[in-house]
């Protein structure tokens, strides 16, 4: 049972990258999935998740309006679209699996997730 991550790496404020998380060892369809971050010297903050049928979408305030978080079942796959990048959105970026299907708590990590990848790094500077 594991969650890998990819597509991090070094982006100029106003620019773009496309996380993708790749699941395996569990039924991929079945539970809501959704990021975290950890910028140096911080803690962990929750971005965004999305239901198993991806029919409800949530995400940080911080991020409303830039980033999008999407998935497909069929590739058992999770991506995260950022947009419009700052350099405060540096972090150590994790996918992170649900206990259930749905969100009950957006933005709770301790009781929501169940599951964490090893992460990928963003860095965004000019």
């Known amino acids: 049972v594991q969650l890998v991550e990819s597509g991090g790496g070094l982006a100029q404020p106003g620019g773009s990258l496309r996380l993708s998380c790749v699941g395996s060892?569990?039924?991929?369809?079945?539970?809501?999935m959704g990021w975290a971050r950890q910028a140096p010297g911080k803690g962990l903050e929750w971005v965004a998740g999305?239901?198993?049928?991806?029919?409800?979408?949530f995400v940080a305030d911080f991020v409303k309006g830039r980033f999008t978080i999407s998935r497909d079942n069929a590739k058992n796959t999770v991506y995260l679209q950022m947009n419009s990048l700052k350099p405060e959105d540096t972090a150590l970026y994790y996918c992170?699996?649900?206990?259930?299907?749905?969100?009950?708590?957006?933005?709770?990590?301790?009781?929501?997730?169940?599951?964490w990848g090893q992460g990928t790094q963003v860095t965004v500077s000019s």
């Open positions: 992170v699996k649900d206990r259930n299907g749905y969100i009950e708590l957006p933005g709770y990590l301790d009781e929501e997730y169940d599951l």
């Open positions: 060892g569990f039924t991929f369809s079945r539970y809501a």
């Open positions: 999305i239901n198993d049928d991806s029919a409800d979408t």
